[in-house]
């Protein structure tokens, strides 16, 4: 089985309750990006071990959120290694809206590992209106309105998130050998 981390960053608890059914679908550990986009030295370490991260964000005005760019940006010292070539990669966000420009979100998440020379894992479940309810097949997407507290992220949204945290760990777990 291959080690697979999600590292997120939730402000209001949306991102953090979507990323607990990935991790849970891919059983992996989580890591969550804190409110001044910072990380520990032992999660940067659980990070350069894994076969498998994928990467969490809200969808803020068309993009991900600045505490996930700087994680991001930090991430450039793997860069100059290749500590992160030919790991898997995957990416979910969630906005308020059903569109929410959540697609530049996901985007940015495949520049980035792209950047990294890592492997991209989309999304291929077919929209049934339950799993895959957005259509995305670059990434997870999720969407609950406004007001709405994360309990109220539909369930359907979240079988996406724990069914596509399966589909990265699977694709990790063939490419390991």
Known sequence: MAKTVVVYHSGYGHTQ????????GANAQV????ADGNITE???AALDAADAII???PTYMGMASWQFKKFA???SKRWFTSAWKDKVAG???ISASPSGDK?????YFITLAMQQGMVWVGQ???NDGTINRIGSNSGLMAQVGPTSPAEDIPQGDLDTAKAYGERVAAVATKLRG
């Not at 309750?17 to 991790?23: G, Y």
């Not at 697609?103 to 985007?107: A, D, E, G, R």
């Open 73 to 75: 940006d930090a991430s």
């Open 91 to 93: 990416g979910f966000t």
């Open 124 to 126: 291929p479940a077919m």
């Open 55 to 57: 990467f969490g964000s």
């Open 42 to 44: 032992a999660d940067w």
């Open 103 to 107: 697609l530049s979100t996901i985007q």
């Open 31 to 34: 890591i969550a990006i804190d």
């Open 17 to 24: 309750r979507v990323a607990q059914f990935v991790a849970q």
